[in-house]
Each structure stands twice: as structure tokens, then as C-alpha cells.
């Protein structure tokens, strides 16, 4: 699919979302072709990547109670905000379209993390922005590329109640689309695959409705001078 056939398709989709009041893609059965990435109840095979001192420590699923920043209340990841870190997914994604929703007790910051290749509390990758007066904005972070992505206008909800994100990946280009519009359209990323993270970013915040569509699970980061994977299976 070239650059326009992506963006429109992208656009097209909100817009149908918008007057019918519902985000998803109207062409599709809501359950059809999504992952499901967090039931509610365990951080199944979520890891959290946490600032500690000057280093950086990941938690996998049988050490996740060891940390404080995130963890799991009715039915929601939560995340006090202090000290910077992520969560991120155990698989790796490059074609994708990322589904959550976020709420901030109160004027917060947090973004969804995407292509992220290394386990660094400030990773090589390409941020979509989840503060509140920027939510839906694309930029690059530590030396990744990007073309674009500024926003096209606000449209995050206030202090306290939800809103609904997606971002669409798609060889190099990404999408946002926040509350049922377009906001963020960037192309030529580079990196182009990675993991998927949400972050810890100073305040409180909470997140729910984890999913995935077009997971590509046989894809692996691969360390190619110790000739096995960057992050095996926890």
C-alpha cells in the first residue's frame, strides 16, 4: 500500500468513526484479527523497563511485583509516573494498527513508545505523544528518523476522563488517531520494527483495553555477533 492509499485509508476510517460515534474500524467485526494484550488481571508477558539510579532494570512477569511504578487495579495498568520507565510488549511489531485507551487523574504525560529495539528508559524509537495539550503528536527519540508528524489539531479529552488512541504502522509511516481523529501522519521511520511500550512520565495514569491488530508474532529482534535473540521469551 503506497503513502496516500495508507493515510486516507487511516482518515477515512476515523471520519466514519467519528459520525457514528465509535472509533473502530466500521468495515470490521470489533473482534476480528485483534490481539488482546492484557486481560485485566496479570501482566502476562508485559515487561517493565524502570529507571533505577543511573541504570535501567526490567521486570518480566515472575519479578513484576518487585516494582512499584506500574501495576494493577480494577482491571487497569496504572503507573504512579515516578521514576521514568515503560512497559513494554514481549514481541516485536512492525505492520500494526495499537489500540488503548488512557486517562490521567489529573493534567498528565505518558506516550505510546513504538519500534523500540533496545531496553533503555529513553529508547531509540518513535514517540506518539500522550500529553494532554500535544496528544496524538509523532516525533523521533535518541537518534531515531521521522518525517512529519506534527499535529493536525487537539483533540484529547480533560483531566479524568478517557480517551481512546490508536496508532497505525505501516513500512515507515504512522498514524494517530485520538478520541476518532486524525492527528499525527509521519512517514520514513527509522527503526520501522521493535516493541510496542507505554510510559511512566512523571504523573499518574491509567490504561485499559490493550490490543493489537496484523501481529506479526514470528518476527524477533536478532543479536547477529552472539547469534541469538536480543530478548528471548521470559
Known amino acids: 500500500m503506497n503513502r496516500r492509499a495508507f493515510l486516507g485509508s487511516a482518515a477515512s476510517g476515523a471520519a466514519l468513526a467519528q459520525r ?109 505523544q500522550m500529553y494532554q495539550s500535544h496528544m496524538g503528536r509523532i516525533f523521533p527519540i535518541q537518534g531515531a528518523y521521522l518525517e512529519g508528524g506534527e499535529m493536525i489539531h487537539e483533540n484529547a479529552k480533560p483531566e479524568g476522563e478517557w480517551n481512546t488512541y490508536e496508532v497505525y504502522s505501516e513500512e515507515g509511516r504512522i498514524a494517530t488517531v485520538v478520541n476518532g481523529a486524525v492527528i499525527g501522519l509521519a512517514a520514513e521511520a527509522n527503526p520501522r520494527i521493535g516493541h510496542i511500550c507505554l510510559q511512566s512520565e512523571g504523573v499518574p495514569a491509567e490504561f485499559r483495553n490493550i490490543r493489537v491488530r496484523r501481529h506479526a508474532p514470528s518476527h524477533h529482534l536478532w543479536d547477529r555477533n552472539k547469534g541469538k535473540p536480543l530478548h528471548p521469551r521470559p
Open 20 to 128: 457514528s460515534g465509535d472509533m473502530r474500524d466500521p468495515d470490521l467485526a470489533y473482534g476480528e484479527g485483534w490481539t488482546n494484550l492484557f486481560n485485566g488481571k496479570d501482566p502476562g508477558r508485559w515487561v517493565a523497563v524502570i529507571k533505577e539510579e543511573a541504570r535501567h532494570k526490567r521486570y518480566f512477569e515472575s519479578t513484576f511485583d518487585n516494582q512499584k511504578v506500574f501495576y494493577i487495579e480494577d482491571g487497569m495498568f496504572k503507573t504512579t509516573g515516578t521514576p521514568n520507565g515503560y512497559i513494554r510488549t514481549s514481541d516485536v511489531y512492525d505492520n500494526f494498527v495499537f489500540h488503548v485507551e488512557v486517562r490521567f487523574p489529573k493534567r498528565g504525560n505518558s506516550g505510546v513508545l513504538i519500534h523500540v529495539q533496545q531496553d533503555e528508559v529513553w529508547p531509540r524509537g518513535i514517540e506518539c
